[in-house]
């Protein structure tokens, strides 16, 4: 949901069904950007089943002005 009011904060809420036991799940963390996609860790209440929610992020238009921004890397644990 987007901002509305006079709130100093953003106010999220969603609802999401567990893959496992389909209970619906009132959820107000925010997605973290990872890779391209926005991802969140989900906990259901009643079964305990945790899962990821993902939305993937539309491509924008790019830099009309300046430059691009760098590309995006992810740095795994050598071992």
Same mark, same amino acid.
């Given at each position: 949901?987007?901002?509305?009011?006079?709130?100093? #904060?953003?106010?999220?809420?969603?609802?999401?069904?567990?893959?496992?036991?389909?209970?619906?799940?009132?959820?107000?963390?925010?997605?973290?950007?990872?890779?391209?996609?926005?991802?969140?860790?989900?906990?259901?209440?009643?079964?305990?089943?945790?899962?990821?929610?993902?939305?993937?992020?539309?491509? =924008?238009?790019?830099?009309?002005?300046?430059? =691009?921004?760098?590309?995006?890397?992810? #740095?795994?644990?050598?071992?």
């Amino acid at each position: 949901m987007t901002q509305k009011g006079a709130h100093t #904060w953003d106010i999220v809420i969603e609802y999401q069904c567990c893959p496992k036991c389909k209970f619906i799940i009132e959820n107000r963390q925010k997605y973290t950007y990872q890779m391209g996609k926005y991802q969140k860790e989900v906990r259901c209440n009643r079964c305990r089943h945790c899962f990821i929610a993902t939305k993937v992020r539309k491509p =924008s238009i790019g830099p009309l002005i300046g430059d =691009s921004q760098p590309i995006e890397t992810e #740095w795994g644990d050598p071992r």
